[in-house]
């Protein structure tokens, strides 16, 4: 079993900053994926960024050059690195993690683990 914990949510206004933390344990193994993903409320979860075991990263475009994906050499923490957040970036932050062997994906259904989340509130 692979144990998941974010860490890092808040309030901040828009144009601001926030990192989030996403640190897995327990039978994780540092070839696995790790992605972040969100939910605001009244709708569907989407991905957001992911990392694969090479460093390669992918982004949903409306982040992308705004947030950074990130990890430690041991590869069992990953950062969110957020910047220039806007409202429609409210919602609660999931990290999972990807067991399979392979390239990232920002798609929720390769992913077997996930934290409880961190909430994210954007004000205007």
């Known amino acids: 079993q692979v144990h998941v914990v974010e860490s890092g949510g808040g309030s901040v206004q828009a144009g601001g900053s926030l990192r989030l933390s996403c640190a897995a344990s327990?039978?994780?193994?540092?070839?696995?994926?790790m992605g972040w993903f969100r939910q605001a409320p009244g709708k569907e979860r989407e991905g957001v960024a992911c990392?694969?075991?090479?460093?390669?990263?992918r982004y949903q475009p409306s982040v992308e050059g705004r947030f950074t994906i990130s990890q430690d050499n041991d590869r069992r923490t990953v950062y969110l690195q957020m910047n220039r957040l806007n409202p429609e970036d409210t919602g609660m932050y999931y990290c999972a993690v990807d067991d399979s062997d392979g390239i990232c994906s920002i798609k929720s259904r390769y992913y077997n683990y996930w934290g409880q989340g961190t909430q994210v509130t954007v004000s205007s």
């Open positions: 327990g039978s994780y193994r540092n070839d696995y994926s």
């Open positions: 990392i694969a075991k090479d460093g390669q990263t």
